[in-house]
């Protein structure tokens, strides 16, 4: 199975699972929710039990005999000929119910009130309120078949959300590994998404390398095959042609090797040795100008100098400020589909000398501008299949400006050009004392 085809499984197949347990997840808080709700009632129910005995128990102290001592049927006759509520203080009947809700562990505050067959009260908490009828339990506390029956009503004070509350550890235990795990889940996509980018830029890198070096080497080969020709090995106009050649193509070779070399040094910022010192931006710009204009002149293109800032001197490394702008400048030629129409404007901002550099070239859409400074990584030409190099220009533009004490800015439209602005700091050398 092909790559491109195993990371979509792999992240269909990770999202099944996290959704999977996500939804057991949440179907077992459901579930525990559901139980603890029946617990509590069940709790409840016992606590109504256990207050009708205790209650029965203290009536037949109060009646003068042990309730340990007597067999049930002779508690059953006393409590059905005799029992009344009425003979229990209400502070007695408090600490009855306290004991009995002890006893089920809970500790919620509660009102009680007990009723006659008139559903008149005889034994009630001072708090205790008609509306709380309706939101009370109740048991029966006399026997099913006596004469005059008389009924507890317990109404215990829950507060809002009293169960989720008595599970609020193991839910927020739940909820914060649901949240590790959904974060796993997709640093684990954003890993794989990244290392796919990876090993697409790495292809593209090892082709672009192939070509870049193949080209010179084809040329030398060729080279060297004509310096070997009867014809030309005695004619030294043709020898010293050709072995310039050889030259200029090995001096190619070596410029490539380097190029490569140095991006890899400023990654681990490694051998920088800048060379900080003050420096005429606009006279460097213009030479860095002029040495590119046969090349705009080649594709009939125009490059317009607009350097109207008040003040040009910025404390830099003067070589790797003009390879900034070289790269710029290259940059706007290759990615021009017609003449390139180029025009660079310096201005002062917030302390800082902005070097505007617009072109009229294919321009960027958003992904693209996104990743256009990431190392070996190259636009898509469309139909532009003459445009060379590693992807290491950019790159290499953004950690200068930066190790600079500068930054650099991207503005650009698909089909319509972009404009790169590069910030660096102004000399403390006013312009008029240099």
Known sequence: ????????????????????????????IKNALYVKQEEYLNQLDKTLDDVRQIAHNSFINAEGFNPAQLDDEIKESIIFTKFTAQTIPAEEMNMIIVQAMKNQGIKQPFEFCITNIFNNPISASQGFTGSMFAESINIRLTPAASAQPETFFLYVKEPK????????????????FTIII???????????????????IKSDFINNMTHELKTPLATISL??????NEKVIHDTDKIRYYSGMIKEENKRMHKQVETILQAAKLEKQEDLN????????HAAIDKVAKNLSLQIQEKLGELHLNLIAEKSMIDVDEMHFSNIVFNLLDNAIKYSKDAPIIHITTMVNNG????????????????????????????????????????????????MVEAQDGYI?????????????VNMPLSKINNHEV
């Open 352 to 399: 800082m000398l902005a070097i505007k550099i617009k072109d009229n070239g294919i321009g960027m859409n958003r992904e693209t501008a996104s990743r256009v400074f990431e190392k070996f990584y190259r636009a898509h030409t469309g139909n532009l299949h003459n445009v060379k190099g590693f992807g290491l220009g950019l790159s290499y533009v953004k950690t």
């Open 274 to 281: 800048l060379n900080i010192q003050s420096l005429d931006a």
């Open 161 to 176: 959300n009293y169960i989720m509350r008595q599970m609020a550890s193991m839910i927020i235990a739940s909820i914060l």
């Open 182 to 200: 959904i974060s796993a889940f997709a640093l684990t996509i954003r890993t794989m998404l990244r290392q796919k980018n990876i090993s697409e």
């Open 1 to 28: 199975m092909s790559m491109k085809k195993v990371y979509p499984l792999i992240i269909f197949l990770i999202t099944f699972s996290v959704l999977g347990i996500l939804y057991i997840q949440m179907s077992w």
């Open 409 to 421: 800015k991207l503005e650009s439209v698909l089909g319509k050009g972009s404009t790169f602005t």
């Open 223 to 228: 080279a060297v095959d004509a310096l070997n």
